[in-house]
């Protein structure tokens, strides 16, 4: 189609009356809208990968328990009857309280930088 | 498309999101343009460039560097304008059976200067796309690539278009326009 000088009407009434402008803050908002909306989808991806994270667990010990339970318990309660079984129990409560304080503190360094 | 601009594209996808700044500067009025010719309010027209920008950035990895960013956003713009017209079924004329017309009388009508409030009435009449196709032949000058490529139409029958285009303004203006 062959565009010529007497579509000059035609280019006059496409012109746009009052020209229109965007606001000048227009790139500022759509970059804040941007960053919003990857926050929400990282906060939902954190969630999901929580949620998965409960739900395996939670599918694997019943399926354990399922499996070898009765095994399970059998042997427990025959280490148990054992008197010499509880004199690893405050050193490793007292191992696991300490690691669980490191991993807190060290998470909020983290964090922090 | 420019290799500063792949490079821009390139870190984006690397999770710079701030470098989009740039192509929100530099693109966002030409996007803004097309809108704002479909969509009657301002503030719907600002926010449906907006979304455009958004959707262009979250597909960002899906542009092929087949035509230029501009290009592409343009087409973006478009498509979110006429969906959100769909949506809200806005009514345009359609003239599906044209009489017999002569090119003369139809150039001749579209030359008239004296009768551009007329021309502008039956252009709002237009269907979007087809306001948006004249729109950047006539005005912007686009080359029908980049026109066929927004409008995602084929660049053989983008001109018939525009000829079908052309009477059915004539017949508009001839038949007043609020036919």
Known sequence: MEQTSKDRALMQALAPKEPRQLPSNFPYLTMRRIKDEQRLEERCQHRMAIVTTVVVSLVGIAALLYLVGDVLWKSLVSVCSQPDTFVLVWPTLFCLVFFALLNHWLSRQYRKT | ?179
Request: aromatic share 10%; charged share 35%.
């Open chain 2, 1 to 179: 498309m420019q290799t500063d601009e792949q490079e821009l594209i390139a870190r984006i996808l690397d999770g710079h999101a701030e470098d989009f700044g740039y192509f929100l500067e530099r693109y966002s009025q030409e996007a803004f343009a097309i809108v704002v010719r479909l969509v009657p309010r301002q503030e719907d027209a600002e926010e449906l460039v907006q979304d455009a920008f958004v959707r262009a950035f979250n597909r960002l990895e899906t542009f092929e560097r087949r035509s230029s960013f501009s290009t592409w956003i343009c087409r973006i713009a478009y498509t979110t304008a006429v969906s959100w017209l769909r949506k809200r079924r806005m009514k345009y004329l359609s003239i599906d059976e044209q009489p017999k017309l002569t090119d003369a009388e139809v150039d001749e009508t579209l030359d008239d200067e004296s009768r551009i409030e007329e021309l502008r009435r039956a252009i709002t009449l237009l269907k979007p796309d087809e306001q948006t196709l004249i729109t950047l032949y006539y005005y912007d000058n686009r080359p029908l690539n980049d026109i066929a490529y927004i409008l995602d139409a084929e660049p053989n029958t983008l001109a018939t278009r525009l000829h079908r285009i052309r009477r059915k303004l004539y017949l508009l203006m001839k038949h007043g326009t609020n036919k």
